[in-house]
């Protein structure tokens, strides 16, 4: 099992409120990853970071923003909150080099925004 | 540009036979590839990954996939199914000149029967 936390796990919140999601890993990798999994199943990336004070946006355009002020923690925050926002949430690392790491996933935090 | 498919949304298999989950990619430059499974509730969990050298790469829990160039697929097989094995497939690919980024499939959920 890899080291890859995030919390919380489950979230039902009203429109408007502002959260955030965290993810944290002790493996020390560089790269982190954040996902968006839709009922479909399909996934996409929305931001992911290469470092401390890195950080980019993936494929998936979304509102929500991130931060990596330490290796081990790139949170997730949606300033307000909307049901389309309504989602599972993974996490994800991997090592930096120059080799095709795999990433490692946390478990996940399904969202739900009524 | 670089994209992965999973033509089978669903496939289903009785206990005891074997299983295959297609995959196929598409990449301007060398393919890695991974395959990821995910069970309920669950981050992704990977299996196995394909870089270089022998075509059929063995993974965990008895899965292996075989790589084929000049059909661009990366098959997923095991020889004998199991109800456990129940659960969501998500093939993935990296462009050896595109980072660190994955791209993954829509998802094949398989489904073994007692």
């Known amino acids: 099992e890899a080291d890859i936390y995030q919390t919380p796990r489950y979230l039902v919140i009203g429109t408007g409120k502002k959260i955030t999601l965290e993810c944290s890993q002790t493996?020390?990798?560089?790269?982190m990853y954040w996902y968006q999994q839709d009922p479909g199943m399909e996934l996409h990336l929305i931001h992911y970071?290469?470092?401390?004070?890195s950080t980019e946006k993936g494929d998936l355009s979304s509102e929500s923003t991130v931060s990596r002020i330490r290796t081990e923690h790139f949170p997730l925050t949606l300033e307000s909150a909307r049901p389309s926002h309504t989602s599972q949430y993974l996490c994800?690392?991997?090592?930096w080099g120059g080799g095709p790491d795999e990433q490692y996933f946390g478990p996940g935090t399904r969202l739900t925004v009524t | 540009a670089q994209s992965v498919a999973q033509p089978e949304d669903q496939v289903n298999v009785a206990e005891g036979n074997p299983l295959t989950v297609k995959c196929t990619y598409s990449?301007?430059?060398?393919?890695?590839l991974f395959w990821y499974v995910q069970y309920p509730n669950r981050g992704l969990q990977f299996l196995l990954k394909?870089?270089?050298?022998?075509?059929l790469v063995k993974g965990s829990y008895g899965f292996e996939a075989e790589f084929n160039k000049s059909q661009t697929s990366f098959h997923l097989k095991k020889p004998s199914a199991l109800v456990s094995d129940s659960a969501l497939y998500f093939c993935?690919?990296?462009?050896?000149?595109?980072?660190?980024?994955?791209?993954f499939g829509g998802g094949t959920r398989l489904m073994v029967k007692p």
């Open positions: 394909y870089i270089t050298g022998d075509n």
């Open positions: 970071s290469y470092g401390v004070n």
């Open positions: 493996m020390g990798h560089d790269k």
């Open positions: 990449v301007s430059g060398n393919p890695y």
């Open positions: 994800a690392s991997s090592e």
């Open positions: 993935a690919v990296r462009d050896d000149n595109a980072g660190n980024m994955l791209t």
